[in-house]
């Protein structure tokens, strides 16, 4: 089945000989910092840039006098998502992608350091923290998610980057110029399929929701245009992305398992847009 990548690049194809890499992958060490014993990562960098950068943007944005919530109130509503976003997401990638393992070692939910982090695992994570934080200050929830939503791009690009530099979860093989060579994945180039969502789920989400949500909108539509945009975002890359080695591909040999989870996204998120205009009129 043609993707939209190949779609859109037709010279993007599957290649079985070596071709020319007209990009250098870099090779950062994804150690960011390293004194004695201690060291920092790219990737736990990445959390806290996505995380700082939500708190001061959310900051930033409840100073409107239309803003319902203040403030000071962001500072409590940035620790409970960041505290479901990194447990749910933990939890999530362990029931979703490597649940067997789970099954025969369940102190496997705890090993952090070996990775593992599911995207849809923090989403929910995320929700049930935000659904918290409503309760304890009275707001309505989707009132609370339509504020988060233009703020969850920043970690989901940063968390890419982290993805990229780490060198993993690299794209199938491609002849197209910037198609790299990734340590451990072959001699043949890959799409960057890392730094693609960086790009769609990072930059462009960010800047559709955030200039969507400048003007008032029903409650649940900014929500809803951001399950819905990354949804097909998501899709979308997954074709020319690998899956996970000990997952494969699964319906007919070309679904991943992010397709499967992603897709009631776009059907939810759009359906949630729907309804939000509806409710309006």
């Not at 989870?261 to 059907?267: A, G, V």
């Amino acid at each position: 089945m043609n993707s939209l990548f190949e779609f859109l690049f037709p010279h993007s194809r599957t290649t079985k000989g070596n071709k020319s890499v007209m990009v250098a992958y870099p090779n950062i060490d994804p150690v960011a910092i390293s004194l004695g014993p201690l060291k920092v990562h790219w990737y736990g960098l990445m959390y806290v840039i996505g995380i700082g950068g939500a708190w001061l943007l959310g900051r930033w944005r409840a100073r409107s006098e239309q803003c319902p919530i203040t403030p000071e109130q962001v500072d409590d509503l940035i620790f409970y998502v960041a505290v479901g976003l990194i447990v749910g997401g933990r939890i999530g990638y362990v029931i979703f992608y490597n649940f067997s393992s789970f099954v025969d070692e369940p102190l496997l939910l705890f090993k952090v350091w070996q990775g593992g982090m599911s995207f849809h695992g923090g989403l929910i994570g995320a929700l049930v923290a935000t659904w918290l934080f409503a309760r304890k200050y009275h707001h309505r929830f989707f009132e609370v998610t339509d504020f988060n939503t233009p703020l969850v791009p920043i970690g989901l690009g940063a968390g890419r980057i982290g993805n990229f530099i780490n060198g993993e979860l690299w794209g199938k093989t491609s002849d197209l110029p910037w198609a790299m060579v990734f340590p451990g994945a072959g001699p043949l180039p890959r799409h960057p399929s890392q730094l693609y969502e960086a790009f769609l789920e990072g930059l462009v989400l960010f800047l559709i929701t955030w200039i969507y949500s400048s003007r008032p909108r029903p409650t649940m539509a900014v929500t809803g245009l951001g399950i819905m945009l990354y949804g097909v975002f998501r899709f979308s890359v997954e074709f020319v992305r690998l899956p996970d080695a000990h997952i494969g591909y699964l319906a007919s040999g070309w679904v991943t398992m992010g397709q499967v989870l992603t897709m009631p996204m776009i059907l939810i998120g759009a359906a949630m847009m729907i309804m939000a205009y509806r409710a309006r009129d």
